[in-house]
């Protein structure tokens, strides 16, 4: 029994290392001259340098890719869950014979790549005075983590007993009332996880960033695209950008772990 | 003397604002390589001598691509200068999505711009974009090898010696393999090369009835010799290789020969940046039936999008970061291995040769480039390593998947082939050549 134990626990420990590698590699060759990082046989053992984090920060305003990024997640998000709560209230407890099909179309939304409405998306946003803007992307972002936000909601919603609602509603008919003092407790770390999930999402985006930004609103996903190149061998500086550029989100993974998991399981095991 | 002191204050209040009205922040869209970034670096010259401030957008080439492709599409106006070659300047200057660039200041001396590099970038003769550099392809070798195994690289070699050279230094138990060409997929990565190679053994991308005609002989030979040299003296896994992994290889001592851009010899001849840089020798591009067509033509240029609201101070950046002054500061403050080649007649003086020994070499490759003349036989479209039309990077990209799969040995040549010339019938077929 306890070897099994031990067994398990080194079998956790080497996935996690698996994880975790393309993480350590990108860190390590972050921390090595240029001609380190193409290396073949690659070293493990080198003498580090910062020099490609100072060059980094000097050629590129990492803080205000990092703060558009902050803004555009954060806002995108609340926005999505101002409108997902009630969304999803409505889809798990007052479900009608079109529930369904108006969750499946809802997701199906997702399944259209994103090339296919650029051009249409890019002359609305140029005529509405969009481009390059935070709202722009809040707006885009929004839109796009809706389904899942609303899928997720939905899942946890159907999951509380309708009897607690009904008992609820025998004592007070104030639906917003009910909302904020039964049902939001319930799911306080529902809405916490998929909030973090959301975050996560728009903070990984590319598509839409590289293409609906230039400057002021660029975010971190544009911050590592300009170390990326077909001509020139810059891997040890794009590892450093990228290294910048997750550590935030890292950070945020790392703070909020247990809430997160504690999230993302509720109703899972049963 | 109140008075006196009222003006002064006046004139300078005057000459302030004017100042201010006039300095302008000019939104720049720019690809990521060393030559860009040096620009980057340099840019605050030019806002000391002007007042214009500069945002940098830069971005990864292929996306760089996308996004300016978009922005000019659709008339978007969020760069105010953009970075394009020699495939988009013509196209985008016929369809009047290009401010025209001919009325440069006699200061700019445009006749010391190459000609041939000129052409790249016109259209109808009016130049739509002013070049930053520009390159062809040749050949890279190891000089130290190539003694070692009683070999001489003739000055213009064919591609009969150059398999022949391959095999000989092909040595991989020490670590080496005789040649490196690109084969990742992509109609900027191993088409380029096979373009190039398919006009050397006399083929081309589509006859004077913009028939394709992948399906002739001359294609055949060309990627059977192309998948029969990676494949036996290459690199393993050599259909992933792109420029960088080539560039990589090659740099740390891994590869005999290197076909590639002339414009990636400076960081081979940099000793910080390459472990052969006193090893390695340059010299033309292999030719077969002909030499016509075998180095590729391409520059870097900006240029202005119409949609532009400050062309005048674009047109300033423009003048400066192509100039001969700037060619200079680079030489300068940055050294003269990395000034910008290829672009202007000037750059090419006693103190670029002393510092650059393949200047030469890359000189006679850019001056021997012809878009208009890149095939043995009749072609309706120029460009040497591409077709300049804006079918041409769908085709490329799909016939580059075709013949990395040749590569990796997924399929025959014949069968690429076949499933590249059907490819590109329906996609000019669709597109109304005929």
Redesign the interface.
């Known amino acids: 029994m306890k070897s099994n134990r031990v067994l398990l626990s080194i079998l956790g420990w080497v996935i996690g290392f698996i994880i975790f590698f393309p993480i350590l590699w990108m860190v390590m060759a972050s921390l090595k001259t ?2 380190e990082a ?3 046989p690659p070293s493990f053992f080198f003498i580090p340098t910062l020099e490609n984090y100072f060059v980094v920060q000097n ?2 305003d990492y803080l205000n890719y990092a703060w558009n990024s902050i803004v555009i997640s954060v806002f995108a998000t609340l926005l999505a869950i101002l409108i997902a709560v009630p969304a999803s209230y409505s889809f798990a407890f007052r479900p009608t014979k079109r529930t369904k099909f108006k969750l499946v179309w809802i997701l199906s939304t997702k399944m259209m790549p994103p090339v296919g409405v ?2 249409p998306m ?2 609305f946003y ?1 005529n509405m005075g969009l ?2 803007t935070h709202l722009g992307l809040i707006l885009i972002y929004t839109l796009m983590n809706l389904p899942i936000v609303i899928w997720v909601l939905y899942t946890y919603f159907k999951d509380i007993p309708q009897e607690i609602l009904e008992a609820a509603q025998m004592e007070c008919d104030d639906l917003l009332k009910i909302f904020l003092y039964i049902l939001l407790p319930l799911s306080k770390s529902a809405i916490f996880s998929t909030s973090l999930l959301s975050i996560v999402l728009i903070w990984n985006e590319s598509f839409w960033s ?2 609906l930004t ?2 002021e609103a ?1 975010p971190l996903t ?1 911050f590592i ?10 891997w040890a500086k794009l590892s450093a950008a990228s290294t910048l550029a997750i550590l935030p989100i890292m950070f945020l993974g790392w703070v909020t772990q247990k809430q997160m998991v504690k999230g993302l399981t509720l109703g899972a095991v049963k | 003397m109140k008075a006196l002191k009222a003006m002064f204050i006046a004139a300078l209040v005057g000459a302030s604002a004017a100042m201010t009205a006039y300095a302008e922040k000019l939104t720049i869209a720019t690809v990521n390589n060393s030559d860009m970034i040096i620009m980057q670096e340099l840019s605050s010259e030019f806002t000391k001598k002007t007042g214009h401030e500069l945002n940098w957008v830069t971005l990864e080439e292929n996306v760089l691509r996308q996004r300016v492709t978009t922005d000019i599409a659709t008339g978007g106006g969020q760069f105010d200068i953009i970075t394009i070659g020699a495939y988009e300047a013509p196209m985008w200057g016929k369809d009047g999505k290009l401010v025209p660039l001919s009325d440069m200041p006699a200061s700019y001396d445009m006749d010391d711009v190459f000609p041939t590099v000129r052409d790249l970038l016109s259209h109808n003769g009016v130049i739509y974009a002013l070049p930053f550099y520009a390159e062809s392809s040749f050949t890279f070798y190891r000089k130290d090898l190539f003694a070692n195994a009683g070999l001489t690289m003739p000055a213009e070699p064919n591609y009969r010696q150059f398999r022949a050279y391959a095999e000989a230094l092909h040595d991989p138990e020490s670590g080496v393999y005789g040649v490196c060409l690109r084969g990742k997929a992509g109609w900027g990565e191993n088409m380029a090369y096979v373009t190039t190679m398919v006009n050397a053994f006399g083929g081309r991308w589509f006859d004077m009835n913009w028939r394709p005609q992948l399906d002739s002989p001359e294609w055949k030979e060309a990627l059977t010799y192309y998948v029969d040299i990676l494949n036996n003296f290459g690199p393993p896994g050599a259909s992933s290789n792109g420029h960088n992994e080539n560039r990589a290889l090659f740099a740390s001592g891994k590869c005999g020969m290197w076909v590639d851009a002339t414009s990636a010899a400076g960081y081979i001849y940099n000793p910080s940046d390459s472990k052969v840089h006193d090893k390695t020798d340059f010299t033309r591009a292999p030719s077969a039936r002909t030499d016509r067509g075998t180095g590729w033509a391409w520059a870097w240029a900006l240029s202005i999008p119409k949609s532009s609201k400050k062309t005048d101070a674009a047109k300033q950046f423009l003048a400066w970061s192509t100039s001969k002054e700037y060619v200079d500061l680079v030489g300068e403050r940055k050294g003269w291995t990395v000034a910008p080649p290829g672009t202007r007649k000037s750059t090419y003086n006693d103190n670029y040769y002393k510092a650059a020994p393949f200047a030469r070499t890359v000189l006679n490759s850019i001056m021997a480039m012809d878009p208009t003349k890149s095939t043995l036989l009749p072609v309706p479209y120029t460009g040497v390593q591409f077709a300049a039309i804006p079918e041409f990077q769908s085709i490329g990209t799909q016939v580059g998947q075709f013949v990395a799969a040749a590569v990796a040995g997924q399929m025959s040549v014949d069968e690429a082939l076949e499933k590249s010339q059907a490819a590109t019938d329906r996609i000019m077929r669709q597109a109304g050549y005929y």
Not at chain 1, 225 to 234: A, C, D, V
Request: hydrophobic share 45%; glycine share 4%; proline share 3%.
């Open positions: 240029e001609i193409v290396a073949t050629r590129s650029l051009i890019y002359l140029k481009l390059d590289l293409n230039a400057f660029a544009a695209s300009s170390y990326s190149s077909p001509e020139g061998l810059f």
